[in-house]
């Protein structure tokens, strides 16, 4: 599995735009799946366009929740390639010009290998990829308990990490992975980065992560 972070508040490569909202491509073999879509779609496509991501090569978007700074480039994308399946938790409603839209309430099976854990708490939802070492969870802004999100992924199989926004979790909910990418609005940054040294990696518009 390969992450590039496309959007993020901060930039792991000096020439892209910071801006806040997250957004990032997974790939994991024939599968391209754009997760969320930032806010701004042109920072989107300047960030896409400079790491050489074109929109014609992703195939699915996986949106986390609805908030604006994850949902804001969805209607530039699809203005700019429609043929896609769009992922949405149950609370989304409003996605026009996709291909196709499924909505997600429970745990789902989205692909072999690639999963859903449902919208949790009534707002978000996160992608779970397994790998070679574990599940990774891809997560938005981990508005759900900590808790709450490792404990849905878990039936997926043993969580080796997470990439993405963590708001307000506790770092201690994060002991046991071997994996912690912070990116976003997590609040507590500093202190997960302090107290998980040899398993925290620094995230960034630009950072690419290969599992």
């Known amino acids: 599995m390969r992450v590039t972070i496309i959007y993020d508040n901060t930039v792991y490569r000096k020439d892209l735009q ?23 779609g042109t920072i989107l496509f300047s960030n896409m366009e400079k790491l050489e991501i074109l929109p014609e090569d992703i195939n699915e978007i ?48 989205l692909h072999d290998g690639i999963y859903s854990t449902g919208e949790l708490e009534g707002i978000e939802q996160s992608l779970c990829v397994e790998t070679q070492k574990g599940i990774v969870i891809i997560a938005g802004c981990s508005h759900p308990r900590m808790e709450h999100i490792i404990g849905a992924a878990s039936q997926f199989g043993k969580v080796y990490g ?50």
């Open 62 to 109: 996986f949106i986390s929740h609805y908030h604006f700074d994850h949902t804001g480039g969805l209607s530039a994308f699809l203005d700019q390639n429609s043929k896609v399946r769009v992922w949405v938790p149950r609370s989304f409603r409003g996605v026009k010009n996709a291909e196709e839209v499924i909505e997600i309430d429970k745990p789902a099976i």
């Open 162 to 211: 997470i990439i993405g926004g963590l708001h307000g979790n506790r770092p201690e909910t994060l002991k046991g992975l071997e994996l912690i990418c912070a990116t976003h609005c997590t609040q507590y940054k500093q202190e997960i980065k302090s107290l998980y040294p040899g398993k925290y990696i620094e995230g960034g518009a630009g950072k690419v992560i290969e599992i």
């Open 18 to 40: 910071p801006d806040w909202g997250f957004s990032a491509l997974v790939e994991t073999g024939e599968r391209s799946i754009l997760f969320d879509t930032g806010a701004s």
